[in-house]
């Protein structure tokens, strides 16, 4: 007998667009319900009943008119769906009494009609369904069960089913009443000898989704992982669920994804219980949440415990409370306590364990981030929490929203494996090789055949400047999309784009000057190569004028030994045209002969140069083709000679001594800044942009710098000092010469990029 029931409600139903195999693949809305009693003890059958629904939007697909054969005059007449399901239990519960029986389940020859139309459709219209809709047995894996032999049972159908049983075809020829009949004529075969069936394999829906932690070490199953994109920011992991409603998504198997800002990207990883759900999951493509369609893809395990595994045991335990409601708090003072989170979120909105609910989130070295998790035991709470978004803790506003256990994981792993500081090569004799990466932005130039574009969406991205500019796109150069980020890596709204003539360039300012993108609009001036090369090495290009970046002051030229290291002709195909250069991992070093004289590498000081090898790429990855704002530079330390990115160079490898490249600054205020000591050495290049802090171990006020040779600014002042500054290449060569556990206590604390 089936489980828990002693009646089968016969069940079927029909859209107004794709049914059979795709019913509820294209979203159309239920208009046809269709069922009939079938009473296990006594092997009776009750009415056969037939209702039509009538859908929000009145439209049927051809294709559904003919299996159908129902018009749009037809519907308009019937009732809708919360109506109907209303008819319908009234009349099972009715007529299941009359039989002498106390409960029943749905039977389906297919989970569609209730996985992917019903519960969906119930979903977006909010409409409560009663209990018997949340279990249900399917008559294809019951037939199956009893005929093993007969085909698979995503090929069976009633008519085939029948057909392989020696029974006839029913005489009733609508839709829906011919499916109901054949599914009712197999079940009486079935319970009858010499099979004697009993349905025991009930399927469930899950009321809601189980939020819960994922190990690292949990097997995942590939077949059971999809991607979702398109997600509205701030959705939480129960509107994933919803979107997915009917579908059985494993505990904890939502999964937002981060973008390098730790700010949610609009996708999310589900994992479900099987892979029969995920393949259901699967048709739900480009299906909408709100007013944007959603794109549904497969995934793989190992992306999954890549975003939701965790070996924290402090995220452990501070998830380990089940049925909890998590809320995210972001921009935090660094100073709060966790008594003056409890006290800016009221009374009314008390936290789980009061401040055992609280996570902070920490870097490795114990300094806070300005991110915190609470949890909330009831939706209520976490409702009435929500309410003070952007309202003030201390001087700063607090952003807060919904966050999923998997979330959790995602940003504590990040914060845990960043890198405190870029730090140097481990070793300081090992050189840092040049990298040879393709001259995107090509030398200076009067020639105005670049636009600037200003105003930009702080979301905006690269297809959204090539959806902008329309037909002239074909004229943009490769690698010709620029964009301009802010010292803190996020775009500015600024863009610079090389056209192929200055022709173009004009006609792209004339044609695109104000135009809107995503509600806003965009200025667009004609400029030259110069103007752009230098906003993005650090200038500001205004009404007033160019303003240099200090590393664009006048200066000295590099010495022509520089030229060893020339740079190859780039190769690049049509598909890479407008390809970031985004580096998946760093350059692996290269042990390379060095002389035991002092030499110097030198790094022209490009936007196109990646000399950072340390940097964590998995939490960070720069804004294509890469603005100088988040590209650092490295020159080799004393002793070593730079790689050689081009054969021509072994020819050439000759180098600048070192005496007189350093200078040693002492005397320096305490809250000296590099921008400081560019001002005090303004009219004169310093060497890569790089400046050293030692830290307080050593020497306080000490700085060393790399500079051109003949230079001298001994016993001038700065801040009311004076500072001796003198040439200090040995001093500097034992610096770098001590051990690993000194070194670590001197690493460079900042770092310009020029």
Not at 149 to 167: C, D, F, H, I, R
Not at 494 to 503: C, G, K, L, T, V
């Amino acid at each position: 007998m089936a489980s828990h029931s002693d009646t089968l409600v016969v069940f079927f139903g029909a859209t107004a667009g794709a049914n059979g195999g795709k019913l509820g693949s294209d979203e159309r809305e239920i208009i046809l319900l269709v069922w009939q009693i079938v009473d296990l003890h006594e092997k009776k059958v009750g009415k056969l009943h037939r209702c039509l629904v009538k859908p929000d939007t009145l439209e049927l697909t051809e294709p559904c008119k003919e299996e159908t054969g129902l018009t749009v005059d037809d519907i308009l007449k019937a009732e809708p769906l919360d109506k109907v399901l209303q008819q319908f239990q009234q009349s099972v519960s009715s007529e299941v009494k009359c039989l002498g029986r106390s409960s029943f389940t749905l039977c389906v020859d297919s989970p569609l009609i209730i996985r992917q139309a019903l519960h969906p459709e119930a979903s977006k219209k909010n409409l409560v369904l009663p209990e018997c809709f949340f279990s249900f047995v399917d008559v294809k894996k019951e037939f199956h069960k009893c005929c093993p032999n007969a085909s698979p049972v995503q090929k069976l159908t009633p008519a085939s089913m029948l057909e392989y049983v020696g029974l006839p075809a029913v005489s009733e020829q609508s839709m829906g009443g011919m499916e109901v009949s054949s599914m009712v004529q197999l079940i009486l075969h079935i319970l009858a000898e010499p099979h004697n069936h009993e349905f025991s394999c009930v399927e469930t829906v899950k009321y809601k989704f189980d939020s819960g932690t994922c190990s690292k070490t949990e097997p995942v199953d590939s077949e059971t992982v999809i991607r979702a994109r398109g997600l509205p920011w701030q959705s939480s992991d129960q509107d994933i669920a919803r979107f997915f409603k009917g579908l059985s998504i494993a505990k904890g198997g939502v999964a937002l994804c981060l973008n390098a800002q730790g700010r949610r990207n609009g996708e999310a990883l589900v994992r479900f219980i099987n892979s029969e759900h995920r393949d259901l999951a699967l048709e739900r493509h480009k299906h909408h949440m709100g007013s944007r369609y959603i794109e549904v893809y497969k995934a793989t395990g190992e992306e999954f415990l890549k975003i939701a595994g965790g070996t924290s045991n402090e995220v452990a335990q501070f998830l380990s409370k089940e049925n909890q409601v998590i809320i995210r708090m972001r921009g935090l003072p660094f100073t709060a306590t966790a008594q003056e989170v409890l006290s800016f979120l009221g009374p009314e909105s008390p936290v789980t364990d009061d401040a055992e609910g609280l996570l902070f989130v920490k870097y490795p070295d114990g300094r806070p981030t300005g991110d915190a998790f609470v949890l909330f035991s009831c939706e209520e709470y976490a409702q009435n929490a929500l309410k003070r978004h952007k309202q003030i803790l201390g001087k700063r506003y607090i952003e807060l929203f919904r966050s999923t256990a998997a979330e959790v994981q995602q940003v504590l792993n990040r914060y845990m494996s960043a890198p405190l500081i870029s730090t140097l090569p481990p070793s300081p004799i090992m050189p840092v090789p040049v990298l040879a990466t393709p001259p995107y932005l090509p030398a200076a130039s009067s020639t105005r055949d670049c636009v600037r574009l200003r105003g930009l969406p702080y979301t905006a991205g690269i297809e959204d400047i090539l959806e902008f500019m329309g037909e002239h796109t074909v004229d943009i150069k490769p690698h010709g999309v620029h964009m301009v980020l802010n010292q803190q890596g996020r775009p500015s709204g600024d863009a610079f784009i090389q056209m192929r003539s200055p022709d173009k360039s004009f006609m792209v300012a004339q044609k695109c000057h104000k135009k809107t993108m995503k509600d806003r609009y965009v200025e667009v001036f004609q400029c030259s190569t110069e103007e752009m090369s230098i906003v993005l090495m650090g200038g500001t290009l205004n009404r007033s004028g160019l303003s240099p970046p200090p590393c664009k002051l006048p200066c000295l030229s590099p010495p022509t030994a520089y030229a060893a290291f020339p740079t190859p002709p780039a190769m690049l195909s049509e598909a890479a045209l407008y390809q970031s250069p985004l580096l998946a991992a760093p350059r692996p070093h290269q042990t390379i002969a060095h002389s035991p004289a002092h030499t110097l590498a030198y790094y022209p000081p490009q936007p196109h140069m990646y000399m950072n090898m340390n940097m964590n790429y998995t939490a960070y990855y720069p804004s294509p083709p890469v603005s100088p704002s988040t590209v650092g530079y490295f020159a080799a330390p004393p002793g070593s000679v730079a790689a050689q990115p081009h054969p021509a160079a072994a020819t050439a490898s000759s180098v600048l001594p070192q005496h007189g490249a350093l200078v040693r600054m002492q005397g320096l205020p305490y809250n000296t800044g590099v921008k400081d000591i560019l001002s005090f050495f303004q009219g004169y290049q310093p060497f890569g942009g790089r400046h050293e802090m030692e830290g307080s171990q050593l020497e306080g006020g000490t700085r060393w710098t790399h500079a051109v040779p003949q230079l001298n600014w001994r016993g001038q002042t700065h801040s009311h000092r004076t500072l001796n500054v003198k040439y200090a290449p040995d001093e500097y060569s034992s610096m770098v010469q001590m051990s690993e556990q000194a070194r670590s206590l001197i690493q460079p604390k900042e770092w310009l990029c020029l």
